[in-house]
Protein backbone atom coordinates (compact mmCIF):
# COMPACT_ATOMS: atom_id res chain seq x y z
CA UNK A 1 0.00 0.00 0.00
CA UNK A 2 1.33 3.40 -0.64
CA UNK A 3 -0.72 6.74 -0.38
CA UNK A 4 0.89 9.70 -1.64
CA UNK A 5 0.30 13.31 -1.22
CA UNK A 6 1.22 15.55 -3.89
CA UNK A 7 1.33 19.47 -2.90
CA UNK A 8 3.36 22.34 -5.05
CA UNK A 9 6.03 23.38 -2.74
CA UNK A 10 5.51 27.41 -4.19
CA UNK A 11 2.54 29.65 -5.16
CA UNK A 12 0.86 26.65 -6.96
CA UNK A 13 1.23 26.41 -10.54
CA UNK A 14 4.20 23.93 -10.28
CA UNK A 15 2.85 22.16 -12.48
CA UNK A 16 1.17 19.11 -9.72
CA UNK A 17 -1.76 18.52 -12.59
CA UNK A 18 0.80 16.64 -15.23
CA UNK A 19 2.30 14.94 -12.42
CA UNK A 20 -0.88 13.67 -10.49
CA UNK A 21 -2.03 12.22 -13.38
CA UNK A 22 0.89 10.16 -14.00
CA UNK A 23 0.46 8.99 -10.77
CA UNK A 24 -3.30 8.50 -11.11
CA UNK A 25 -3.01 5.69 -13.15
CA UNK A 26 -1.36 3.51 -10.28
CA UNK A 27 -3.73 4.65 -8.14
CA UNK A 28 -6.95 3.23 -7.12
CA UNK A 29 -8.51 6.13 -5.46
CA UNK A 30 -7.75 10.22 -6.04
CA UNK A 31 -8.39 12.47 -3.50
CA UNK A 32 -9.16 16.25 -3.38
CA UNK A 33 -9.06 17.84 0.18
CA UNK A 34 -9.03 21.36 -0.11
CA UNK A 35 -9.63 24.42 -2.15
CA UNK A 36 -12.50 24.70 -4.64
CA UNK A 37 -12.66 25.64 -8.44
CA UNK A 38 -9.92 28.25 -7.80
CA UNK A 39 -7.33 24.96 -9.09
CA UNK A 40 -6.88 24.64 -12.60
CA UNK A 41 -4.87 21.78 -13.99
CA UNK A 42 -4.45 21.05 -17.59
CA UNK A 43 -4.01 17.48 -18.75
CA UNK A 44 -3.24 16.72 -22.00
CA UNK A 45 -4.06 12.79 -22.59
CA UNK A 46 -3.37 11.30 -26.06
CA UNK A 47 -3.82 14.43 -27.51
CA UNK A 48 -6.96 15.74 -25.84
CA UNK A 49 -7.25 19.09 -23.66
CA UNK A 50 -9.02 18.72 -20.22
CA UNK A 51 -8.89 21.76 -17.88
CA UNK A 52 -9.84 20.65 -14.45
CA UNK A 53 -10.96 22.83 -11.36
CA UNK A 54 -12.69 20.72 -9.29
CA UNK A 55 -12.70 17.35 -10.08
CA UNK A 56 -9.50 15.57 -9.03
CA UNK A 57 -7.28 14.95 -12.47
CA UNK A 58 -8.01 11.00 -11.78
CA UNK A 59 -11.62 11.10 -13.42
CA UNK A 60 -10.61 11.12 -17.12
CA UNK A 61 -9.10 7.61 -16.26
CA UNK A 62 -10.75 4.74 -16.25
CA UNK A 63 -10.83 2.35 -13.52
CA UNK A 64 -9.71 5.27 -10.84
CA UNK A 65 -12.22 6.66 -8.17
CA UNK A 66 -11.91 10.24 -7.59
CA UNK A 67 -13.26 11.32 -4.23
CA UNK A 68 -14.13 15.42 -3.11
CA UNK A 69 -13.38 15.50 0.53
CA UNK A 70 -14.97 17.80 3.32
CA UNK A 71 -12.37 19.69 2.98
CA UNK A 72 -13.08 20.78 -0.49
CA UNK A 73 -15.57 24.18 -0.83
CA UNK A 74 -18.07 22.66 -3.75
CA UNK A 75 -20.11 25.60 -6.04
CA UNK A 76 -23.00 23.39 -7.48
CA UNK A 77 -23.30 25.29 -10.65
CA UNK A 78 -19.36 24.71 -11.49
CA UNK A 79 -19.78 21.22 -10.24
CA UNK A 80 -22.21 20.19 -12.95
CA UNK A 81 -21.06 22.60 -15.36
CA UNK A 82 -18.00 20.34 -15.09
CA UNK A 83 -19.21 17.07 -14.96
CA UNK A 84 -21.15 18.06 -18.37
CA UNK A 85 -17.87 19.60 -20.21
CA UNK A 86 -16.17 16.27 -19.34
CA UNK A 87 -19.32 13.78 -20.41
CA UNK A 88 -19.09 16.28 -23.70
CA UNK A 89 -15.58 14.72 -24.34
CA UNK A 90 -17.08 10.83 -23.55
CA UNK A 91 -15.59 11.08 -19.75
CA UNK A 92 -18.72 8.70 -18.31
CA UNK A 93 -19.27 9.94 -14.67
CA UNK A 94 -21.42 8.24 -12.37
CA UNK A 95 -21.55 7.57 -8.52
CA UNK A 96 -19.06 4.63 -9.25
CA UNK A 97 -16.10 6.86 -9.86
CA UNK A 98 -17.14 10.03 -8.85
CA UNK A 99 -17.72 10.46 -4.68
CA UNK A 100 -18.39 13.95 -2.86
CA UNK A 101 -17.91 13.92 0.33
CA UNK A 102 -21.95 14.91 2.25
CA UNK A 103 -19.82 17.18 4.70
CA UNK A 104 -18.39 19.44 2.01
CA UNK A 105 -19.04 23.48 2.30
CA UNK A 106 -21.42 24.88 -0.20
CA UNK A 107 -19.92 28.02 -2.21
CA UNK A 108 -23.24 29.82 -3.13
CA UNK A 109 -23.79 33.00 -5.44
CA UNK A 110 -23.53 35.13 -2.94
CA UNK A 111 -20.11 34.21 -2.42
CA UNK A 112 -18.85 35.00 -5.43
CA UNK A 113 -20.58 38.15 -5.05
CA UNK A 114 -19.09 39.16 -1.57
CA UNK A 115 -15.52 37.47 -3.40
CA UNK A 116 -16.18 40.44 -6.14
CA UNK A 117 -16.97 43.22 -4.11
CA UNK A 118 -14.55 43.06 -1.36
CA UNK A 119 -11.81 43.04 -4.59
CA UNK A 120 -13.15 45.99 -6.01
CA UNK A 121 -13.34 47.85 -2.76
CA UNK A 122 -9.81 46.77 -1.60
CA UNK A 123 -8.38 48.60 -5.13
CA UNK A 124 -5.04 48.97 -5.15
CA UNK A 125 -4.51 46.19 -2.06
CA UNK A 126 -6.39 43.53 -3.23
CA UNK A 127 -5.06 40.17 -3.36
CA UNK A 128 -6.17 39.19 -6.67
CA UNK A 129 -8.69 36.05 -5.84
CA UNK A 130 -9.71 33.92 -8.94
CA UNK A 131 -13.03 35.57 -8.02
CA UNK A 132 -14.83 32.31 -7.26
CA UNK A 133 -16.09 33.26 -3.74
CA UNK A 134 -13.45 30.52 -2.19
CA UNK A 135 -12.97 33.02 0.75
CA UNK A 136 -16.11 34.53 1.79
CA UNK A 137 -17.56 30.41 1.51
CA UNK A 138 -14.39 29.24 3.71
CA UNK A 139 -15.17 32.53 6.22
CA UNK A 140 -18.70 30.70 6.66
CA UNK A 141 -17.69 27.53 7.35
CA UNK A 142 -15.30 28.66 10.34
CA UNK A 143 -18.46 31.06 11.24
CA UNK A 144 -20.82 28.07 11.69
CA UNK A 145 -23.68 29.76 9.42
CA UNK A 146 -22.46 27.60 6.22
CA UNK A 147 -24.19 25.13 4.11
CA UNK A 148 -23.08 21.72 3.13
CA UNK A 149 -23.68 19.04 0.73
CA UNK A 150 -25.90 16.98 3.10
CA UNK A 151 -28.25 20.10 3.65
CA UNK A 152 -29.42 18.92 0.36
CA UNK A 153 -31.72 16.55 1.98
CA UNK A 154 -34.30 18.58 3.19
CA UNK A 155 -35.99 21.41 1.98
CA UNK A 156 -37.56 23.59 4.52
CA UNK A 157 -33.96 22.62 6.71
CA UNK A 158 -31.84 23.89 3.75
CA UNK A 159 -34.47 26.94 3.32
CA UNK A 160 -34.19 28.34 6.33
CA UNK A 161 -30.30 27.88 6.88
CA UNK A 162 -29.67 29.65 3.37
CA UNK A 163 -31.95 32.51 4.38
CA UNK A 164 -30.16 33.01 7.47
CA UNK A 165 -26.61 33.12 5.47
CA UNK A 166 -28.31 35.39 3.44
CA UNK A 167 -29.25 37.85 5.88
CA UNK A 168 -25.59 37.65 7.41
CA UNK A 169 -24.53 38.71 4.29
CA UNK A 170 -27.09 41.37 3.32
CA UNK A 171 -26.23 43.43 6.81
CA UNK A 172 -22.62 43.91 4.81
CA UNK A 173 -23.95 44.30 1.95
CA UNK A 174 -26.24 46.99 2.56
CA UNK A 175 -23.50 48.91 4.58
CA UNK A 176 -21.58 48.98 1.47
CA UNK A 177 -24.08 50.31 -0.61
CA UNK A 178 -24.43 47.80 -3.06
CA UNK A 179 -27.98 45.54 -3.37
CA UNK A 180 -29.42 43.14 -0.92
CA UNK A 181 -29.48 39.67 -2.49
CA UNK A 182 -32.85 37.39 -2.46
CA UNK A 183 -32.15 33.85 -1.27
CA UNK A 184 -35.20 32.84 -2.93
CA UNK A 185 -33.76 33.91 -6.37
CA UNK A 186 -31.78 30.90 -6.14
CA UNK A 187 -32.94 28.58 -3.92
CA UNK A 188 -34.79 26.60 -6.55
CA UNK A 189 -32.42 26.56 -8.80
CA UNK A 190 -30.03 25.41 -5.92
CA UNK A 191 -31.88 22.33 -4.43
CA UNK A 192 -32.20 21.30 -7.83
CA UNK A 193 -28.37 21.12 -8.48
CA UNK A 194 -28.27 19.70 -5.25
CA UNK A 195 -30.54 16.37 -5.99
CA UNK A 196 -28.63 15.84 -8.71
CA UNK A 197 -25.30 15.98 -6.58
CA UNK A 198 -27.08 13.89 -3.78
CA UNK A 199 -26.59 10.08 -5.61
CA UNK A 200 -22.94 10.84 -5.46
CA UNK A 201 -22.43 11.55 -2.09
CA UNK A 202 -21.29 9.55 0.89
CA UNK A 203 -18.85 10.56 4.25
CA UNK A 204 -15.38 10.78 2.76
CA UNK A 205 -13.69 9.12 5.90
CA UNK A 206 -15.99 6.21 4.93
CA UNK A 207 -14.80 6.00 1.94
CA UNK A 208 -11.00 6.17 3.18
CA UNK A 209 -11.65 3.63 5.78
CA UNK A 210 -12.86 1.05 3.45
CA UNK A 211 -9.83 1.61 0.63
CA UNK A 212 -7.44 1.50 3.52
CA UNK A 213 -6.45 -2.03 3.14
CA UNK A 214 -3.06 -3.59 1.92
CA UNK A 215 -3.62 -3.53 -2.30
CA UNK A 216 -5.19 -0.13 -2.41
CA UNK A 217 -3.18 3.31 -3.35
CA UNK A 218 -4.58 6.46 -2.78
CA UNK A 219 -3.60 9.54 -4.31
CA UNK A 220 -4.06 12.67 -2.28
CA UNK A 221 -4.12 15.82 -4.70
CA UNK A 222 -3.31 19.08 -3.43
CA UNK A 223 -4.78 22.12 -4.40
CA UNK A 224 -2.99 25.81 -4.66
CA UNK A 225 0.68 25.46 -2.99
CA UNK A 226 2.67 26.17 0.38
CA UNK A 227 2.85 29.70 -0.01
CA UNK A 228 -1.04 30.12 -0.62
CA UNK A 229 -1.65 27.95 2.83
CA UNK A 230 -3.90 30.37 5.02
CA UNK A 231 -1.64 29.59 8.22
CA UNK A 232 1.67 29.04 6.86
CA UNK A 233 1.74 31.43 3.51
CA UNK A 234 2.06 34.98 2.68
CA UNK A 235 -0.74 35.81 4.69
CA UNK A 236 -3.06 37.81 3.46
CA UNK A 237 -1.99 37.45 0.80
CA UNK A 238 -3.22 33.84 -0.16
CA UNK A 239 -5.57 31.21 -0.49
CA UNK A 240 -8.66 30.64 2.56
CA UNK A 241 -7.63 26.90 3.13
CA UNK A 242 -4.53 24.83 4.12
CA UNK A 243 -2.56 23.62 1.24
CA UNK A 244 0.16 21.55 3.20
CA UNK A 245 0.39 18.18 3.47
CA UNK A 246 -1.19 17.95 6.99
CA UNK A 247 -4.26 19.34 5.22
CA UNK A 248 -5.10 15.94 3.10
CA UNK A 249 -5.99 14.04 6.17
CA UNK A 250 -7.92 16.89 7.93
CA UNK A 251 -10.18 17.52 4.77
CA UNK A 252 -10.78 13.68 3.47
CA UNK A 253 -11.20 12.31 6.89
CA UNK A 254 -8.22 10.19 8.01
CA UNK A 255 -5.28 10.39 10.16
CA UNK A 256 -1.21 11.27 9.23
CA UNK A 257 -0.22 7.37 9.26
CA UNK A 258 -2.29 6.74 6.70
CA UNK A 259 -0.12 8.38 4.27
CA UNK A 260 3.77 7.30 3.22
CA UNK A 261 4.83 9.83 1.30
CA UNK A 262 4.60 13.51 0.18
CA UNK A 263 5.97 14.44 -2.40
CA UNK A 264 6.80 18.01 -3.55
CA UNK A 265 5.89 19.79 -7.13
CA UNK A 266 8.57 22.25 -7.82
CA UNK A 267 8.90 24.47 -10.63
CA UNK A 268 12.12 25.54 -11.90
CA UNK A 269 11.47 28.89 -11.82
CA UNK A 270 9.40 30.68 -9.33
CA UNK A 271 5.87 32.19 -10.66
CA UNK A 272 2.64 33.53 -8.76
CA UNK A 273 -0.65 34.84 -9.55
CA UNK A 274 -2.19 37.70 -7.63
CA UNK A 275 -0.73 40.17 -5.05
CA UNK A 276 1.81 39.50 -2.31
CA UNK A 277 5.52 39.60 -1.63
CA UNK A 278 7.82 37.54 -4.43
CA UNK A 279 11.30 37.93 -3.47
CA UNK A 280 13.11 36.55 -6.39
CA UNK A 281 10.50 38.05 -9.02
CA UNK A 282 11.85 39.71 -12.03
CA UNK A 283 10.00 42.90 -13.03
CA UNK A 284 12.44 42.31 -16.87
CA UNK A 285 13.47 40.66 -19.75
CA UNK A 286 13.96 38.03 -17.77
CA UNK A 287 10.58 37.76 -16.32
CA UNK A 288 8.45 38.09 -19.73
CA UNK A 289 10.81 35.16 -21.20
CA UNK A 290 10.45 33.29 -18.64
CA UNK A 291 6.69 34.04 -18.95
CA UNK A 292 6.87 33.52 -22.68
CA UNK A 293 8.52 30.20 -22.45
CA UNK A 294 6.50 28.38 -19.69
CA UNK A 295 3.24 29.91 -21.04
CA UNK A 296 2.58 30.97 -17.51
CA UNK A 297 -1.07 32.57 -17.76
CA UNK A 298 -3.78 31.01 -15.26
CA UNK A 299 -5.97 28.11 -16.48
CA UNK A 300 -8.54 29.64 -14.26
CA UNK A 301 -8.65 33.22 -14.88
CA UNK A 302 -6.51 33.23 -17.55
CA UNK A 303 -4.30 36.42 -15.99
CA UNK A 304 -0.51 36.58 -16.62
CA UNK A 305 1.37 35.03 -13.87
CA UNK A 306 4.29 37.02 -12.41
CA UNK A 307 7.62 35.28 -12.77
CA UNK A 308 11.29 34.98 -11.24
CA UNK A 309 13.98 32.53 -10.78
CA UNK A 310 14.05 29.58 -8.77
CA UNK A 311 14.03 30.43 -4.75
CA UNK A 312 15.24 27.96 -2.77
CA UNK A 313 14.99 29.19 0.80
CA UNK A 314 11.30 28.99 -0.38
CA UNK A 315 11.38 25.15 -1.26
CA UNK A 316 13.44 24.47 1.44
CA UNK A 317 10.61 25.44 3.95
CA UNK A 318 8.04 24.27 1.85
CA UNK A 319 10.04 20.29 2.21
CA UNK A 320 10.06 21.34 5.96
CA UNK A 321 6.47 22.66 6.16
CA UNK A 322 4.89 19.41 4.74
CA UNK A 323 7.46 16.71 5.70
CA UNK A 324 8.09 16.22 2.29
CA UNK A 325 10.11 12.94 1.27
CA UNK A 326 10.56 13.94 -2.51
CA UNK A 327 10.26 16.42 -4.99
CA UNK A 328 9.30 16.34 -8.83
CA UNK A 329 11.00 18.91 -10.36
CA UNK A 330 9.28 20.71 -13.49
CA UNK A 331 9.93 22.93 -16.68
CA UNK A 332 13.59 22.86 -16.59
CA UNK A 333 13.04 22.80 -20.16
CA UNK A 334 11.95 26.68 -20.13
CA UNK A 335 15.54 27.70 -19.00
CA UNK A 336 17.06 26.32 -21.58
CA UNK A 337 16.83 29.44 -23.78
CA UNK A 338 18.54 31.73 -21.31
CA UNK A 339 22.79 32.28 -20.82
CA UNK A 340 22.60 32.53 -17.43
CA UNK A 341 19.96 31.99 -14.30
CA UNK A 342 19.79 32.28 -10.80
CA UNK A 343 18.90 30.83 -7.81
CA UNK A 344 17.83 32.69 -4.58
CA UNK A 345 19.89 30.94 -2.23
CA UNK A 346 19.38 33.51 0.63
CA UNK A 347 17.73 36.82 1.78
CA UNK A 348 18.79 40.04 3.50
CA UNK A 349 16.59 41.82 5.51
CA UNK A 350 18.26 44.80 7.08
CA UNK A 351 21.79 44.06 6.10
CA UNK A 352 21.77 40.90 8.03
CA UNK A 353 21.55 37.52 6.42
CA UNK A 354 18.71 35.23 6.68
CA UNK A 355 17.69 31.80 5.55
CA UNK A 356 13.83 31.57 5.77
CA UNK A 357 10.91 33.77 4.78
CA UNK A 358 9.75 35.87 7.49
CA UNK A 359 6.23 35.97 8.86
CA UNK A 360 5.74 39.65 8.66
CA UNK A 361 4.34 41.23 5.28
CA UNK A 362 6.35 43.99 6.17
CA UNK A 363 9.34 42.11 6.35
CA UNK A 364 8.80 40.06 3.58
CA UNK A 365 8.45 43.36 1.22
CA UNK A 366 11.65 44.06 2.30
CA UNK A 367 14.03 41.55 2.17
CA UNK A 368 16.30 40.89 -1.10
CA UNK A 369 17.34 37.84 -2.30
CA UNK A 370 20.65 36.52 -2.70
CA UNK A 371 21.25 34.95 -5.64
CA UNK A 372 23.95 32.55 -6.98
CA UNK A 373 24.20 33.13 -11.16
CA UNK A 374 25.27 29.78 -12.95
P1 LIG B 1 -8.72 32.66 -3.91
O1 LIG B 1 -8.25 31.28 -3.64
O2 LIG B 1 -9.56 32.79 -5.13
O3 LIG B 1 -9.33 33.31 -2.71
O4 LIG B 1 -7.42 33.55 -4.24
C1 LIG B 1 -6.46 33.87 -3.25
C2 LIG B 1 -5.06 33.87 -3.84
O5 LIG B 1 -4.69 32.56 -4.22
C3 LIG B 1 -4.91 34.71 -5.11
O6 LIG B 1 -3.61 35.28 -5.12
C4 LIG B 1 -5.03 33.70 -6.23
O7 LIG B 1 -4.38 34.12 -7.42
C5 LIG B 1 -4.31 32.52 -5.60
N1 LIG B 1 -4.74 31.23 -6.15
C6 LIG B 1 -5.88 30.57 -5.87
N2 LIG B 1 -5.92 29.40 -6.55
C7 LIG B 1 -4.77 29.32 -7.24
C8 LIG B 1 -4.20 28.32 -8.11
O8 LIG B 1 -4.77 27.26 -8.37
N3 LIG B 1 -2.96 28.60 -8.62
C9 LIG B 1 -2.30 29.75 -8.31
N4 LIG B 1 -2.78 30.70 -7.52
C10 LIG B 1 -4.00 30.48 -6.98
Request: with cysteine; hydrophobic share 35%; glycine share 10%.
Amino acid sequence: MTNVIVIGTQWGDEGKGKIVDWLSEKADLVVRFQGGHNAGHTLVIDGNVFKLSLLPSGIVRNNTVVLIGNGVVVDPFHLIREIKQLEEKNIKISPENLIISDAAFLILPIHQLVDEIREKNYGSKKIGTTGRGIGPAYEDKIGRRGLRICDFVNKDDFESKIKKLYDFHNIWLSAMSESKQNYEDVIDKLWSLGQKIIPFTRPSWLILDEYKNESSNILFEGAQGTFLDIDHGTYPFVTSSNTVSSQAGIGSGAGPTLMNYTLGITKAYTTRVGSGPFPSEDHGENGIKLGKQGHEFGTVTGRQRRCGWFDTVLVKQAVALSSINGIAFTKLDVLDGFKQIKICVGYTLDGKTINYLPSSTLEQEKIKPIYEVM
